[in-house]
């Protein structure tokens, strides 16, 4: 599959989120717009090691393609064992964390930490490559702090070492999640390389992917925190302004949880992800209070369904 192609037709991705982007959060932004999709962060070590709660994470279905696998690691040999036993059954792509800002990612060398060693980014990128079955994509920061912003010698050190494509959350590691997107950044990243260049950051509509776009000539849009409680973003029509219009994607939410997923061990996640669809809404504060009081999904269920509970 070629990645510049794809992206050709629909230039929205959905973003790796760890705890987020599960099968059925994938389906259903999918079904809202996404075209390709990252599953959640997996450990080259859990995979390697066989650990069942990896494995659980390469969950798919025909309907979560293309799926690009995303691995995170700092051992160059383990990455590799982690790719090779990846195959066209599992995804269409391999993604290589190198963006990660969490500290206990950063203090075992993995994620961001990596772009402090680009040599040792270079031999992940380049033995993940060789041992892999499929297309191999890295996705990292503008560098590890403003005084220190390298990602269009990264970029080509990732192309060099044989990458298809390259997604640039334009953010240090010092800023987070915090701050704003350096989008000219992106566009100096597109400048450098000749493979397809997707750009990540602050993103919360679909009319601001349309922007990222022209401004920076970039192939891609990756979203990540602006998808969560808004798959919609994905979609030109937006977010609904009302509950009402809201509850059924929230539903059809919990339903491919329900399908796909353990949803009995997931009653916590599924509130968490029901409570961030009441963004903007008025009252969304008592309006989840009332949703994380809820013992069990039958209840969750039968409390939006019953739209008096809203008025």
Same mark, same amino acid.
């Given at each position: 599959?070629?990645?510049?192609?794809?992206? /050709?037709?629909?230039p929205y991705?959905?973003?790796?989120?760890?705890?987020y982007?599960?099968?059925?959060?994938?389906?259903l932004?999918?079904?809202?717009?996404?075209?390709?999709?990252?599953?959640?962060?997996?450990?080259c070590?859990?995979?390697?090691?066989?650990q069942?709660?990896?494995?659980?994470?390469?969950?798919?279905?025909?309907?979560?393609?293309?799926?690009?696998?995303?691995?995170?690691?700092?051992?160059?040999?383990?990455?590799?064992?982690a790719?090779?036993?990846i195959t066209?059954?599992?995804?269409?792509? %391999?993604?290589?964390?190198m963006?990660?800002?969490?500290?206990?990612?950063?203090?075992?060398?993995?994620?961001?930490a990596?772009?402090?060693?680009?040599?040792?980014?270079?031999?992940?990128i380049?033995?993940?490559?060789r041992?892999s079955?499929?297309p191999?994509?890295?996705?990292?920061?503008?560098?590890?702090?403003s005084?220190?912003i390298?990602?269009?010698?990264? /970029?080509?050190?990732?192309?060099?070492?044989g990458?298809?494509?390259v997604?640039?959350?334009?953010?240090?590691w010092t800023? /987070?999640f915090?701050?704003?997107?350096d989008?000219?950044? %992106?566009?100096r990243?597109k400048? /450098?390389?000749?493979?397809?260049v997707?750009?990540?950051?602050d993103?919360?509509?679909?009319?601001?992917?349309?922007?990222?776009?022209?401004?920076t000539?970039?192939?891609?849009?990756?979203?990540?925190?602006?998808?969560l409680?808004?798959?919609?973003?994905f979609?030109k029509?937006?977010?609904p302004d009302t509950l009402t219009a809201r509850?059924?994607v929230i539903l059809?939410?919990?339903?491919l949880?329900?399908?796909?997923?353990q949803?009995d061990?997931?009653?916590?996640?599924?509130?968490?992800?029901?409570?961030?669809?009441?963004?903007?809404?008025?009252?969304?504060?008592?309006?989840?209070?009332e949703?994380m009081?809820?013992?069990?999904?039958?209840?969750?269920i039968?409390?939006l369904?019953?739209e008096?509970?809203?008025?």
């Amino acid at each position: 599959m070629d990645i510049a192609s794809l992206l /050709a037709d629909n230039p929205y991705v959905l973003a790796p989120l760890a705890g987020y982007t599960d099968l059925a959060f994938r389906l259903l932004c999918r079904e809202q717009g996404a075209s390709l999709c990252f599953t959640e962060m997996i450990s080259c070590h859990g995979l390697v090691y066989g650990q069942k709660n990896t494995k659980i994470l390469l969950q798919s279905r025909a309907a979560d393609r293309p799926l690009s696998i995303q691995l995170f690691g700092s051992d160059p040999e383990v990455m590799a064992q982690a790719a090779g036993l990846i195959t066209r059954a599992d995804g269409d792509f %391999i993604d290589i964390n190198m963006g990660c800002p969490v500290r206990k990612v950063v203090k075992k060398g993995a994620g961001a930490a990596l772009m402090k060693d680009i040599k040792l980014a270079e031999r992940i990128i380049s033995q993940v490559v060789r041992h892999s079955p499929l297309p191999v994509s890295v996705k990292f920061r503008s560098g590890w702090n403003s005084e220190k912003i390298i990602a269009p010698e990264f /970029a080509r050190m990732a192309e060099d070492a044989g990458a298809c494509a390259v997604t640039l959350h334009a953010r240090t590691w010092t800023q /987070a999640f915090g701050g704003h997107a350096d989008w000219e950044l %992106i566009a100096r990243v597109k400048d /450098a390389v000749s493979i397809p260049v997707i750009g990540n950051g602050d993103i919360l509509t679909y009319a601001d992917g349309r922007r990222m776009l022209s401004e920076t000539g970039c192939n891609g849009v990756m979203v990540g925190r602006g998808a969560l409680g808004n798959p919609w973003v994905f979609s030109k029509t937006g977010r609904p302004d009302t509950l009402t219009a809201r509850v059924p994607v929230i539903l059809r939410h919990i339903e491919l949880v329900t399908k796909y997923l353990q949803a009995d061990k997931m009653l916590f996640r599924i509130k968490n992800h029901v409570g961030r669809y009441l963004s903007g809404l008025p009252g969304a504060s008592r309006l989840r209070q009332e949703i994380m009081a809820t013992a069990t999904l039958d209840s969750l269920i039968e409390l939006l369904r019953c739209e008096e509970s809203f008025t």
